[in-house]
């Protein structure tokens, strides 16, 4: 049976490394990085709003071809509300997929310093117009809220496994995802 697996998370919590990891060891597995499609769409910052929405679509219709054809799906994405983790959850259903739900926790200040960290060095374009949305959206307060939105989420859905996460600590914690994924 193929997975839709969701990785929930702060911005900068190694949602993409995780799911890049993953699939480094699950051959024909999709990484389906949301914020990346939206990149692909341009002037995207001009919209974020709309660009946002209409990634979500094109997401959802990547990952259905994807279960379709029997391989697993991972999204990392950050969700701070309920409306698209549900819409993850439909389709799996849908497609007879199972629907694997994980968040990634630490606490608000490493939140905040981990986003930073990875602004500051990174030359990923994906990276800097995280930064840059970030910017317009709230800057550091919008981001340490985050933290507080995935919470709301994970007491919204109680099977949401939760890895708390430990910066630097990869090896770790891919270790506690296999764990989950083996059930």
Known sequence: ??????????????????????????????????????????????????????????????????????????VPQYLGRLDFVETLDGLAVDLGAEFVEIALVSDRDDVVRRFERRSEDSVDPAHQEAAELQRRCGGREQLAATHDEVLAVIAARPGTRVITTVDGDLAGTYAQLLAILRG
């Open 1 to 74: 049976m193929s997975r839709l697996i969701l990785l929930n998370g702060a911005p900068g919590s190694g949602k993409t490394t995780l799911a890049r990891r993953f699939a480094e060891d699950h051959p024909l597995a999709l990484v389906l990085d949301v914020d990346q499609v939206r990149g692909m769409l341009g002037r995207w910052l001009d919209q974020p709003m709309e660009s946002g929405l209409l990634a979500r679509q094109l997401a959802v219709a990547m990952a259905s071809s994807q279960l379709r054809a029997g391989h697993d799906v991972v």
